[in-house]
């Protein structure tokens, strides 16, 4: 195979990749694989930025806007039913403006309304403000999720949870852009606005490199249980990711003893675990494939929430919280893999089941632990919650969304032809 086949592969004229060991010779065009993959990791680092651009100065907004805290959950919260509306009509929209653009248009309408949230006079006019970005965030989210699934289906090797890294690294980005703009008396909307010409920019750039491919039809078999096992997976995991973020640094304080400035160390551990484990879960991916590594990313989560259930020393617990990070790291990526690719489901329909599912799981998750916390106490709620998200997923995932042998559970080889 010539190098020029190495870097490229062959789409057939209904867009999707031909089959493993044939290139169709016929209605072909040859797609760059690695000018779509910078393209694709442009726009999911793009979106992390965006996301870490500004809630690290919500005090910020919350102090300009008057608004008790009350009425900041209530803001906060529109945004969350925007993006859970978002997330249940983005299939359709998918269907019919194409991944692409639900990627490339959605990255870019982010960008172009969030200086807005510097200006917004009222606390409900920020909510509308939050939930747009929600909606929109939304298809944006399906949108390059689902380019990524077809652009690794194209490289012949796994890209999804670098993909999801490099989302997880324009966070901290975005974040520590924000702290140095605090830091140097740069205001929010200075700030935004500078960021939004910026993400213009490169959004514009991403453009001419993410691939623009014909949507693919699905075979409508068994798609409403697997929609359905695909939103409960979501939501299970989703429980596993973020409860670490919400409840790790109070775990620390609360049950281990340590001080407030120890305490924020174990986010930054569980952070940081998980960004290795996205950066380096391709290569695991592609040697023992995506449904085992799942499911032992999982069992890895669960064995890690023990140990900082069960250690009692904040030194033990916060080596927890580095392998619980990476343990979950490939289960949100594997499982868009999974969503984006199942052949019962048009295409983006089975990712924006998965979305409806992670929406509701982020939205629910810390309310959920806190009764139970407050039934009982913090270590038997993260036991309890945790241990049965994780059984849930395990479960439906293997009996819906992975079951049958039907899904695109591996890739074929880069170099076969």
């Known amino acids: 195979m010539g190098l020029r086949r190495k870097t490229e592969r062959r789409y057939g004229a209904n867009g999707w990749p031909p089959a493993a060991g044939r290139v169709e010779d016929r209605d072909t065009a040859l797609i760059p694989v690695k000018r779509a993959t910078t393209g694709v990791a442009v726009v999911f680092l793009a979106n992390g930025v965006i996301v870490g651009s ?90 390059m999720n689902q380019v990524g699934v077809r652009v690794e289906e194209s490289a012949g090797r796994s890209i999804m949870t670098r993909l999801h890294g490099l989302w997880s690294l324009g966070t901290l980005l975005g974040s520590g852009l924000s702290a140095l703009a605090v830091l140097s008396g740069f205001r929010l909307g200075p700030q935004l606005a500078a960021l939004s010409v910026a993400g ?86 592609d040697r023992f494939r995506g449904v085992p590594t799942l499911f032992a990313g999982i069992m890895l989560s669960v064995a890690a929430m023990l140990l900082v259930v069960l250690s009692g020393s904040t030194a033990i617990a916060l ?11 490939v289960a949100l990526p594997v499982l868009y893999k999974l969503a984006g690719s199942h052949p019962s489901f048009a295409e983006g329909a089975g990712l924006a089941a998965l979305t409806v599912g992670t929406r509701l799981g982020f939205m629910a998750a810390p309310a959920l632990l806190g009764l139970v916390a407050t ?38 080889s880069q170099g076969s032809s």
């Open 54 to 143: 500004w809630i690290p100065r919500l005090p910020e907004i919350r102090d300009r806007l008057s608004m008790d805290l009350d009425t900041l959950g209530l803001t906060l919260a529109l945004g969350g039913l925007g993006a859970l509306i978002g997330s249940s009509v983005s299939g359709v929209v998918l269907g019919r403006i194409g991944a692409r653009r639900s990627a490339v248009v959605g990255a870019g309408l982010l960008f172009l309304l969030l200086p807005l949230i510097a200006v917004v006079p009222t606390a409900f006019l920020l909510g509308l403000l939050l939930a747009v970005l929600g909606f929109v965030d939304a298809q944006a989210d399906v949108g």
């Open 200 to 285: 213009l920019a490169v959004v514009a750039l991403a453009a001419r490199l993410v691939p623009d491919t014909a949507p693919r039809p699905g075979t409508g078999e068994r798609s409403g249980r697997i929609a359905l096992g695909l939103i409960v997976a979501g939501a299970t995991l989703v429980v596993i990711e973020g409860t670490p973020m919400d409840w790790g640094a109070i775990f620390l304080i609360d049950v281990t003893g340590t001080t407030a400035a120890v305490g924020g160390t174990g986010v930054i551990v569980f952070t940081a675990g998980m960004l290795v484990g996205r950066m380096a879960g391709d290569y695991v991916v």
């Open 319 to 329: 080596i927890g919280f580095g392998l619980w990070g990476l343990g979950i790291s």
């Open 375 to 412: 039934a009982s106490n913090l270590s038997a709620a993260l036991t309890l919650v945790v241990g049965l998200a994780a059984a849930a997923a395990l479960v439906t995932i293997r009996l819906t969304v992975a079951g049958g042998g039907r899904v695109r559970d591996s890739l074929p």
